[in-house]
């Protein structure tokens, strides 16, 4: 029943991979969250920790999931590179965050759907519209104008460097699905299921390290844990499963939106429910990511 229920909310065939908007919104709904929940979960455990509790949960979320068919050492070794791209993102991102501020993030990461989309075209996948160029530099820009407003932002080389790296392997990971052979024949929660083991195994090793060299935190408590398999359950078996279907029906580029998206999500809760003033570099942030993600949406490919 479980299995029925993923599929009809995030197969190829549901109507939230059909339409890309609603599709980005709750992406950006769900991954936007995520560095909350990982923040505070930071709070008790040490961050190879956090990274192995979130791969192990979404693993073992999606082992019954997953056909037996597909549950082989065979096709791990056939998805192993998009496996390996994808374990890198969070990897280079921890990395990251050790030196600069997390509001730096969403402005880089913003740059995803631009770099898939300037790749597919040099690539001959689709013609290089000159109307969606510009109105993904002005989702860039417009996430700057939502996020960047800190003046105790935080930045290093080193810092930068990793952030950069995470940026190259999350577009890596996201095109490697959209043209790997192998990832067409292979089922999207498959695919998610490699993804999630391979990060397991690799966290989870240096997690061990980690525990033994400085034990558990007297600041631990049961709602750090709970973060984090909220973060594994939901922010990584289903989200990336759905957004593997995603790639599928629609594009590395056009799935990427929500990287844009996930800012203006934040802005908009934040003025309904905490009646926070909503600012003009606010508003026009907002404006020039809707105004990206409509270029972007408003026909297939």
């Not at 992406?27 to 008790?44: C, E, F, Q, R």
Request: net charge neutral; aromatic share 8%; charged share 10%.
């Amino acid at each position: 029943m479980l299995a029925r229920l993923l599929d009809s909310a995030t197969g190829k065939d549901s109507f939230l991979v059909k339409n890309p908007v609603v599709g980005t919104i709750l992406l950006a709904t769900v991954g936007g969250s995520i560095p909350t929940l990982i923040k505070y979960a930071l709070d008790g455990l040490g961050p190879w920790t956090v990274l192995a509790i979130r791969f192990i949960s979404a693993t073992i979320f999606l082992l019954p999931l997953v056909p037996t068919e597909y549950k082989n050492f065979e096709v791990a070794k056939e998805l192993k590179f998009i496996s390996i791209a994808g374990f890198c993102n969070p990897l280079f991102i921890a990395l990251a965050l050790v030196t600069i501020s997390a509001s730096v993030g969403p402005p880089a990461y913003a740059a995803t759907p631009l770099l898939l989309y300037v790749v597919g075209a040099i690539r001959g996948e689709r013609v290089l519209e000159a109307t969606k160029v510009v109105g993904l530099l002005g989702g860039i820009a417009g996430v700057g104008l939502i996020v960047l407003t800190d003046e105790t932002i935080r930045l290093s080389p080193t810092g930068l460097l990793f952030l950069a790296l995470g940026v190259v392997s999350f577009s890596t990971f996201l095109y490697l699905t959209q043209i790997t052979e192998a990832a067409q024949r292979i089922p999207a929660i498959a695919r998610a299921f490699h993804f999630c083991l391979l990060s397991a195994i690799a966290s989870a090793t240096v997690a061990g390290y980690e525990l033994l060299s400085d034990g558990l935190s007297s600041e631990l408590k049961a709602a750090h844990i709970l973060a984090v398999l909220a973060v594994g359950i939901v922010g990584t078996g289903w989200q990336y499963t759905f957004m593997q279907s995603m790639v599928e029906y629609q594009s590395g580029a056009t799935t990427a939106l929500f990287t844009m998206a996930q800012p203006v999500i934040g802005v908009l809760v934040a003025v309904a429910l905490l009646s926070e003033p909503l600012t003009w570099p606010l508003a026009v942030g907002v404006g020039l990511v809707l105004i990206a993600v409509h270029l972007m949406t408003k026909t297939k490919r």
